[in-house]
């Protein structure tokens, strides 16, 4: 079973831009949640998303967005970026039996 | 709020030695506590969760409500041990995707 595919792995902007990220999880997966990881702040919680919907949402400011496609693949979105916003975003996807979250490689995103 | 607490960021044991990794929690509710595990270049992936009972690669974890910990232990340890150990709670019975995660402990284990 391949596992959860995180595009793109690397990048950079600068601040002001825009970014989108994608995640494609496990065939069968319906839920995908989104952490960022700092060395400051650690793992935090993004968002989480089920069919299509926004289950739960983490303390971050309206900058960050995100949505779920049919096909269960999300994306999210940061824009305006700051160099705060500078991370590994992480994309879990979650097993529907066990609740068992397995995580993707991550985009590790620098904002110069 | 609910908050996770790993006190040591780092543990450097020998092989062969007893290794426990602390975890504090705080929630007035019932909590469901994870132990998650990343090895060097790999991703980050379930080592155990408290509901299974499970030993994993050696480990054991028992929650105590009491206490409200849920550290993390194997008797003897071993080098391919190595890696980030994060605990997690989740308060959410209907929703696994939100986890609180810890600070994270590496350990090291040396031969």
């Known amino acids: 079973k391949a596992g959860v595919t995180q595009t793109p792995r690397y990048l950079i902007k600068t601040r002001g831009q825009q970014v989108t990220l994608s995640c494609s999880p496990i065939s069968g997966h319906r839920s995908v949640s989104w952490y960022q990881q700092t060395p400051g702040q650690g793992l935090q919680f993004l968002f989480e998303?089920?069919?299509?919907?926004?289950?739960n949402k983490g303390n971050f400011p309206g900058r960050f967005s995100g949505r779920q496609f049919s096909n269960s693949r999300s994306e999210m979105n940061v824009s305006t970026l700051e160099l705060g916003d500078s991370a590994l975003y992480l994309c879990a996807s979650i097993e529907p039996n066990t609740g068992e979250l397995f995580f993707g490689e991550g985009s590790r995103l620098t904002v110069l | 709020a609910q908050r996770v607490t790993q006190p040591e960021k780092l543990l450097s044991v020998f092989k062969g030695a007893p290794v426990e990794l602390k975890c504090n929690y705080s929630?007035?509710?019932?909590?469901?506590l994870f132990w998650y595990v990343q090895y060097s270049r790999q991703r980050l992936q379930l080592l155990l969760r408290?509901?299974s009972r499970e030993s994993i690669k050696g480990f054991t974890a028992d929650l105590n409500k009491g206490e409200t910990s849920f550290h993390l232990k194997k008797p003897f340890a071993q080098e391919e041990d190595s890696a980030m150990y994060y605990c997690a709670l989740s308060v959410l019975t209907d929703s696994w995707g939100k986890l609180q995660f810890g600070a994270g402990t590496q350990v090291v284990v040396t031969p």
């Open positions: 998303y089920f069919s299509e919907t926004q289950r």
């Open positions: 408290h509901i």
């Open positions: 929630y007035s509710g019932s909590p469901e």
